[in-house]
């Protein structure tokens, strides 16, 4: 195999510029379809990190895909938005029956694809260090219990299920 010339090392960050580029592809498409719903046979395949600190999914779901999850929009979702000024979507989907709303950082999206065109993109998720997540916020003080130094005894007979006189 012939010697190909070394590539310099760019001082122009190409490689961001192009996957942003490719990223408004991804949340021009999304605007259009919470704007005004899929053409044709149009879905989207989107692939996230659950694992980024900003996504937002249930407990369950979390559990069940802990680093990475694909969803499927096409006729079953609602309430679609993006908000660019955020760097989020959110979409209601349901999983098992459970309707569920997901908040997905566009940093943390891996995968974007609609298959009936057979276009897709692969970006590199934000790495954490990236992400700025949201404060934890303040946790609430702990009650005081003042206790007093007699105990106290509750009678549950009043909460008992009694059976009916005998005859």
């Known amino acids: 195999m012939a010697d ?14 192009t996957e942003a580029a490719m990223r408004q592809v991804m949340v021009r498409a999304l605007e ?16 996230f990190r659950t694992d980024h600190p900003n996504t937002v999914i249930p407990p369950r779901l979390r559990a069940q ?12 979702f609602w309430n679609l938005k ?26 943390a999206i891996t995968g974007f694809a609609d298959p ?6 692969q970006f590199h998720a934000e790495t954490v260090a990236d992400a700025e997540p949201e404060p934890e916020p303040e946790p609430a003080p702990e009650p005081v219990i003042e206790r007093s130094e007699t105990p106290q005894v509750v009678s549950l007979d009043a909460f008992r299920r009694r059976s009916p006189p005998r005859e």
């Open 82 to 107: 993006v908000d660019e000024a955020a760097g989020e979507f959110s979409v209601g989907l349901s999983f098992g029956g459970v309707p569920s709303e997901l908040h997905i950082p566009l940093g």
């Open 65 to 76: 895909y802990p680093q990475e999850m694909t969803i499927v929009l096409q006729h079953q």
């Open 4 to 17: 190909e010339p070394e590539r310099p090392e760019s001082l122009l960050p190409y490689d961001e510029w």
């Open 116 to 121: 009936h065109m057979r276009f897709g993109l």
């Open 32 to 47: 259009h379809v919470a704007a005004n719903g899929f053409p044709g046979d149009h879905n989207f395949y989107v692939t």
